[in-house]
């Protein structure tokens, strides 16, 4: 068998990545603002479906304010699909690193107008790994599966989908082609986080998009209550 060897991100990194992503969750507490953080490997479809899910929103809760952060190593081009949805958006570039932390995250806040009662999508940068590891602030993690990329990768990449609070299984649409199962998808995510919420849905013909668009509406409720009226 191959040896193993294990590596423990450094306690100083970590303490300073708390402090910050403390700072931004209690903003986003103030306000009643929920933060969903989109992760997913390169192409799985988080942008896809993000455009899709605002669109929704938009059309269920005219009211509610939406707001995006994009993290991209070096390119616009997320973020300019988004703002084509007349979504405020930020781009943050990583020059190169693997993922966003809570200092960017509180950094790109800094040019958003927050309203009240609004909904924040936080998309990381395209990783299994990494974005899985470190807190932002937010209220939910979302992982994303896609049909072309198989239905062992939950097992190849535990730790992010038993930190998730939702998987999404995205590009339903491809299931023939690539021959993506997923029964065995959800089974496998299952048994790594008997709590997750599980979508199956396409969010290019838009098949399976309500549960999900639904269970967002949800939660953002819930977190309205809590905004601080003296504070906003």
């Known amino acids: 068998m191959p040896a193993t060897v294990k590596v423990v991100l450094g306690k100083s990194l970590r303490e300073a990545n708390e402090t910050w992503a403390g700072r931004v969750r209690d903003k986003l507490r103030t306000l009643g603002t929920l933060a969903v953080n989109l992760m997913g490997s390169p192409g799985c479809g988080k942008t896809t479906l993000l455009c899709a899910t605002l669109q929704r929103l938009r059309g269920l809760a005219p009211a509610m304010p939406l707001y995006v952060v994009e993290g991209d190593p070096y390119t616009t081009r997320d973020a300019e699909a988004v703002g084509a949805q007349g979504v405020p958006v930020v781009q943050i570039n990583t020059r190169g690193g693997c993922h966003l932390d809570a200092r960017m995250v509180d950094e790109a806040l800094r040019h958003l107008d927050l309203k009240p009662r609004g909904t924040l999508f936080i998309e990381n940068i395209g990783n299994l790994i990494c974005p899985g590891g470190f807190d932002l602030g937010e209220d939910l993690r979302v992982a994303l599966l896609s049909a072309p990329e198989g239905n062992d990768k939950p097992e190849k990449y535990a730790a992010m989908f038993r930190r998730c609070d939702a998987v999404v299984l995205s590009k339903m649409d491809l299931c023939g082609p ?20 599980v979508f199956s849905l396409s969010a290019r013909d838009g098949t399976g998009m309500g549960p999900w668009t639904e269970w967002l509406m949800d939660r953002a409720a819930a977190k309205r209550s809590t905004a601080d009226p003296g504070g906003v």
């Open 178 to 197: 690539t021959g993506f199962d997923p029964g065995l998808a959800r089974e496998a995510v299952r048994r790594l986080n008997p709590a997750a919420a």
